[in-house]
């Protein structure tokens, strides 16, 4: 097999694309303060929704605890922080109304089934591959600024690569 400089380079875009695409190249995080926002996600939404949903992990290495008081993003008109619980077989879902505490030396992940965010009212979809940016406020690290990597519909994202 001969191989020319341009056939050379094929090996070479192959490798980079994979890389470009891998779980550990799409992990992203955000640091404010005591405060490390891991991995912010998304499903994509199907046509017409009107609701997404957010989640991450916050890691607070401080020794006094922080709380999340609000969320914003631009796909929506509004953003909420939520609690979901099932309890005698029934699940519920309601807003948080005066946060979420992060604990000192702890950490909180906002994923499916548990506690997660709430886009409302939404103005775009949410297209899968495409990041759209939102504004988390804490009590004490104030306004972080975050993209949402947003992943297949229905799908369970692939976290392990960056532990979120």
């Known amino acids: 097999m001969i ?3 341009r056939n050379a380079a094929l090996p070479a875009a192959a490798l980079a694309a994979a890389l470009l695409f891998s779980p550990a190249a799409m992990a992203h995080e955000f640091k404010q303060g005591d405060l490390t926002i891991g991995h912010p996600w998304s ?3 199907l046509p017409g929704a009107k ?4 989640y991450l992990t916050v890691k607070n290495s401080g020794a006094e605890p922080d709380r999340l008081v609000s969320v914003t ?28 505490e992060i604990p000192a030396g702890g950490e ?4 499916p089934g548990s506690y997660h965010l709430m ?13 759209f940016p939102g504004t988390l406020t804490f009590e ?11 992943e297949k519909v229905g799908g369970e994202a692939d976290h392990s690569a960056h532990g979120g």
């Open 3 to 5: 191989l020319s400089r």
């Open 43 to 45: 499903r994509a939404t």
């Open 51 to 54: 609701v997404a949903a957010g």
């Open 73 to 100: 993003a631009d796909i929506a008109g509004k953003g909420e922080i939520h609690e979901m619980s099932v309890k005698d077989g029934v699940m519920t879902m309601r807003p948080l109304a005066g946060g979420l």
């Open 108 to 111: 909180v992940k906002l994923e």
């Open 119 to 131: 886009f409302m009212d939404l103005n775009a979809p949410a297209v899968e591959g495409v990041k």
């Open 140 to 150: 004490k690290a104030g306004t972080v600024k975050v993209e949402f990597a947003v």
